[in-house]
């Protein structure tokens, strides 16, 4: 099975994924979510704070900007549609959460590439135009540490469980 491309067919399993890869995550990492609207970039992200063990719900922050959440690791989750620029980036004070203690899920990163850390971890989710619920979500790590963590949850996937 080749992992940096994985299809899901529900929304529940989109989170199940996410909330594999929780389980590998490291303070400092930054994970990367871009695709159109109703990808699955939240839902994905709701998974990712289950398998912090975040309780209580996880909406999106499309109107706050960030919302930050406490689990085995502190959960900082933006979502940047919004901003116009890296210049709001700054005014959001965001590099006390890039390189910082917990970890980051950014929808739209691609909005403020610019700020975004040398290395970090792309996902990038796509509908299936043919297919209502199927969602094709694939990885893209750039640096080091990312592709281990790719590799690690290519192992994860292909375990039973
Ligand atoms: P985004 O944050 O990318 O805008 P959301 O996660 O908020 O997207 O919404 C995804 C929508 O698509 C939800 O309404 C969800 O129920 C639906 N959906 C259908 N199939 C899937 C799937 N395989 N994975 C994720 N979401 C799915
Ligand atoms: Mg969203």
Not at 28 to 40: E, R, S
Not at 80 to 103: K, N
Request: with cysteine; aromatic share 8%.
């Amino acid at each position: 099975m080749k992992l940096s491309e994985i299809k899901t067919s529900t929304p529940e399993e989109t989170k199940q994924l996410g909330e594999k890869l929780a389980t590998l995550l490291i303070p400092g990492d930054v994970i990367c979510l871009n695709g159109d609207l109703g990808a699955g970039k939240t839902a994905f992200s709701q998974g990712v704070a289950r398998g912090l063990g975040v309780s209580g719900a996880v909406t999106s922050p499309t109107f706050t900007l960030i919302n930050e959440y406490e689990g085995r690791l502190p959960l900082y989750h933006f979502d940047v549609y919004r901003l116009s620029g890296p210049e709001d980036m700054e005014d959001l004070g965001y590099e006390d959460y890039f390189y910082g203690q917990g970890v980051c899920l950014i929808e739209w990163a691609e909005k403020v590439k610019e700020v975004l850390p040398r290395e970090l971890l792309n996902i990038n989710l796509f509908r299936e135009s043919n297919a209502e619920s199927v969602r094709n979500i694939c990885f893209e790590p750039v640096g080091k540490r990312y592709q281990q963590l790719v590799e690690e949850l290519k192992k994860l996937v292909c375990s039973r469980n």
